[in-house]
């Protein structure tokens, strides 16, 4: 079985700072991987994904990751945060049997 | 309108009460789920439908049923449900269920309550 194990609950950082929000996946077969962004009283929306190709994968709003294989990583990054960004991220890891989700990263961005 | 949308964005309902959630996708997609929120848990799967049959049931209680008349249109039937059901119910649709690379796009969710 496969699942995803985002470090750390609640991130908080400066506004212009480096964001990275970190995500560990297990999969057995090579997997997709996906971040989504929920802002407040919204539902889910798609930052980026990996499939096959380039691991270094480009987002909207200036968020890209790199699937690292040797690693089983899919970190999330952008290099100067701004205020709204302020919302929760979600690390998703599929393959063609099923699709988890993590528990979530709160990102709190300080002025 | 576009997207998907959910009705009603919040719900407080008794344990006797039955109640049902309605989703609607204007993307003309194939595929559409139901998941659970909770607070600091993943997103659980409850429900899949793929071209309007039920292709996945992650042993969800039989308090909940769904229902899909069509590729549009995504019910939640709720009865005799327990305190610890109060979540975010959030309806999401892709264009199809496999490969499952697909990217899902998410109504806002219902927030209920059940007291």
């Known amino acids: ?111 | 309108e576009t997207g998907v949308t959910q009705t009603p964005r919040h719900l407080v309902m008794g344990m006797t009460n039955k109640k049902s959630l309605k989703c609607e996708q204007h993307l003309g997609h194939n595929a559409m789920y139901w998941y659970k929120q909770s607070a600091k848990k993943p997103l659980e799967l409850m429900f899949v439908y793929s071209l309007e049959e039920r292709v996945e049931n992650n042993s969800v209680p039989s308090r909940f049923s769904p229902e899909c008349p069509n590729s549009s249109h995504l019910f939640l039937h709720l009865h005799t449900l327990q305190p610890e059901d109060s979540a975010l119910y959030l309806c999401a649709s892709s264009q199809n269920h496999h490969p499952k690379k697909e990217t899902q796009y998410f109504g806002p969710g219902t927030r209920l309550l059940v007291l």
């Open chain 1, 1 to 111: 079985a496969q699942s995803v194990t985002q470090l750390g609950s609640h991130v908080s950082v400066s506004e212009g700072a480096l964001v990275l929000l970190r995500c560990n996946y297990s999969s057995s077969v090579p997997p997709y991987l996906f971040w989504y962004v929920q802002y407040p009283n919204q539902g889910l929306q798609l930052l980026l994904k990996y499939t096959t190709g380039a691991t270094l994968v480009k987002g909207i709003n200036g968020f890209e990751a790199e699937f690292k294989k040797s690693e089983t990583s899919f970190h999330l990054t952008k290099p100067s945060a701004h205020m709204s960004d302020a919302a929760e991220y979600f690390c998703a890891v599929s393959n063609n049997n099923d699709m988890r989700f993590g528990a979530g990263t709160r990102l709190t961005v300080k002025p």
